[in-house]
């Protein structure tokens, strides 16, 4: 029970800080009328770093997809064979049974 409420605790608390940053940047909204003091704000400074950080790195290394062959037998074979015996295991209980014969 202690182990549960440890990691519930964790994340709202990392669900509570993503939510901060977010909401952070409705900060910029405040600064409308006072254009000197928007310059020095560490607030602003910080979420237009983080809006600005990439998810995903620019460079990324480009894959190339082979086409896979596929080879299809071309043989049909003549007969089947299929071992019996009177003892059926719990995986074949419910299998198809073997085709009939030609």
């Given at each position: 029970?202690?182990?549960?409420?440890l990691?519930?605790?964790?994340?709202?608390?990392?669900?509570?800080?993503?939510?901060?940053?977010?909401?952070?940047?409705?900060?910029?909204l405040?600064?409308?009328?006072?254009?000197?003091?928007?310059?020095?704000?560490?607030?602003?400074?910080?979420?237009?770093a983080?809006?600005?950080t990439?998810?995903?790195?620019?460079?990324?290394?480009?894959y190339?997809?082979?086409?896979?062959?596929?080879?299809?037998?071309?043989?049909?074979?003549?007969?089947?064979?299929?071992?019996?015996?009177?003892?059926?295991?719990?995986?074949?209980?419910?299998?198809?049974?073997?085709?009939?014969?030609?």
């Amino acid at each position: 029970m202690n182990n549960r409420r440890l990691k519930y605790s964790i994340t709202y608390f990392l669900l509570g800080l993503f939510l901060i940053t977010k909401l952070t940047s409705l900060h910029v909204l405040g600064h409308a009328d006072d254009k000197e003091h928007i310059v020095h704000c560490l607030i602003c400074d910080q979420v237009i770093a983080h809006n600005l950080t990439p998810a995903l790195t620019p460079d990324l290394e480009v894959y190339t997809i082979k086409p896979l062959e596929i080879i299809a037998q071309k043989e049909i074979l003549p007969s089947y064979s299929f071992v019996i015996s009177n003892v059926i295991s719990t995986d074949q209980l419910f299998s198809r049974p073997p085709p009939a014969g030609v």
